[in-house]
Nanobody
Framework: QVQLVESGGGLVQPGGSLRLSCAASRRLFRFNSMGWYRQAPGKQRELVARITAGGNTDYATSVKGRFTISRDNAKNTMYLQMNSLKPEDTAVYYC???????????WGQGTQVTVSS
């Protein structure tokens, strides 16, 4: 049973920063990919960032240059550093992991990020 537990969400003003964390119950190298999805009310779920076992990263166009995905294998933890946050970044953010290149086999419970003044 794989467990992914997110933390770090909250309320932040536009232009602010947050760092999300995802603690995994399994060693990270056992996943071929890990990622962060988000879903806002009334919108489709979106893959925001992905990191592969080899360390390659990619990002949705909407967050490129503002968000950074990383992982600490020693701590079995993945991160999403979010800078220059905008109101349109408001969503529930999900930590995910996968056995293939698409990280969608395992999901965390989600953490709310709200960007508002």
């Amino acid at each position: 049973q794989v467990q992914l537990v997110e933390s770090g969400g909250g309320l932040v003003q536009p232009g602010g920063s947050l760092r999300l964390s995802c603690a995994a119950s399994r060693r990270l190298f056992r996943f071929n990919s890990m990622g962060w999805y988000r879903q806002a009310p009334g919108k489709q779920r979106e893959l925001v960032a992905r990191i592969t076992a080899g360390g390659n990263t990619d990002y949705a166009t909407s967050v490129k240059g503002r968000f950074t995905i990383s992982r600490d294998n020693a701590k079995n933890t993945m991160y999403l550093q979010m800078n220059s946050l905008k109101p349109e970044d408001t969503a529930v953010y999900y930590c995910t992991a996968g056995t293939g290149l698409i990280p969608d086999d395992y999901w965390g419970q989600g953490t709310q990020v709200t960007v508002s003044s």
